[in-house]
């Protein structure tokens, strides 16, 4: 069974920096492209950042560009975004999601709650 | 950036229903769009991918239908279990916009 597991998240100031995990089990983590999607508080989905199989690849939202870094170690089947000078408006469930061949998101975790705060 | 417009926002239908929600691509996507749920509380769940293809394990009275740039989803016969909240997506070119998103309630 494919389960993606969150962590990482809490209460963090303004202009604060918070790393989330996603440990992954029940697949070949090493052969999936991952991304993480935000849900802000009684608001739609945005996508956030993506990263290939290998890692050598990523992308970002022009709104966490330069302040979020996503990346991955394939040997511990977990998937990380550092977060750095954090905003009210990142304030958000974060989500982890493999991304299939086709480009569509077909497993997803239970989502950490991140809140910028002061 | 690809705009994605979803509508409506929100809807009430009655139980055996038929359901459409419509999205709109603001440039050629191709077929590389995909339809979640999201039940109050929960994970997205993918339903359909491709813009009509039915994810493994997902009801057949779910559906999806292309015309250009004009996606629909089809929910043929509301069942109780179906309210949630539906996101189209765009799987074509980074970054991955998703639709508005539309409420689903029973009446």
């Known amino acids: 069974e494919v389960q993606l ?26 052969s999936y492209a991952m991304s993480w999607v935000r849900q802000s508080p009684g608001k739609g989905l945005e996508w956030v950042s993506a990263i290939t199989d290998s890692g050598r690849t990523t992308g970002y939202a022009d709104s966490v560009k330069g302040r979020f870094t996503i990346s991955r170690d394939n040997s511990k089947n977990t998937l990380y975004v550092q977060m750095s000078s954090l905003r009210a408006e990142d304030t958000a469930v ?21 809140t910028v705060s002061s | 950036d690809i705009q994605m417009t979803q509508s409506p926002s929100s809807l009430s239908a009655s139980v055996g229903d038929r359901v459409t929600v419509t999205c709109r691509a603001g440039q050629n996507i191709a077929t590389y769009l995909n339809w979640y749920q999201q039940k109050p509380g929960k994970a997205p769940k993918l339903l359909i991918y491709a813009a009509s293809t039915l994810q493994s394990g997902v009801p057949s009275r779910f559906s999806g239908s292309t015309s250009g740039t004009d996606f629909t989803l089809t929910i043929s016969g509301l069942q109780p279990e179906d309210v949630a909240s539906y ?4 799987s074509y070119r980074v970054p991955y916009t998703f639709g508005q998103g539309t409420k689903l309630e029973i009446k």
Do not use: I, K
């Open chain 1, 5 to 30: 597991l969150e962590s990482g998240g809490g209460l963090v100031q303004p202009g604060g920096s918070l790393r989330l995990s996603c440990a992954a089990s029940g697949f070949t983590f090493s």
């Open chain 2, 87 to 90: 996101y189209c997506q765009q």
């Open chain 1, 94 to 114: 974060y989500y982890c999601a493999t991304r299939s061949e086709g480009r569509y998101f077909n497993y997803w975790g239970q989502g950490t709650l991140v």
